[in-house]
């Protein structure tokens, strides 16, 4: 089943529209260098919720 990582990982919206807040600050400033590390930044912290996500769901069902 499809979900939300907001849904798996809760305290990860908050941090995820902090996240958005930078690259679009960013952006209105007109700095476009700032703009594409925020939102690397955004990309690597999603990817690690959900790398740790599938970690511990791996620890819940070892062997599936």
Do not use: C, N, Y
Request: no cysteine; charged share 30%.
């Amino acid at each position: 089943r499809a979900q939300s990582i907001f849904e798996v990982d809760r305290p990860r919206m908050a941090a995820a529209q902090l996240e958005h807040r930078a690259i679009l600050a960013a952006l209105a400033k007109g700095d476009p260098e700032a703009a594409v590390k925020a939102a690397g930044r955004h990309r690597d912290d999603t990817l690690k919720s959900w790398a740790d996500i599938v970690r511990r769901s791996e620890t819940v069902l070892p062997g599936s």
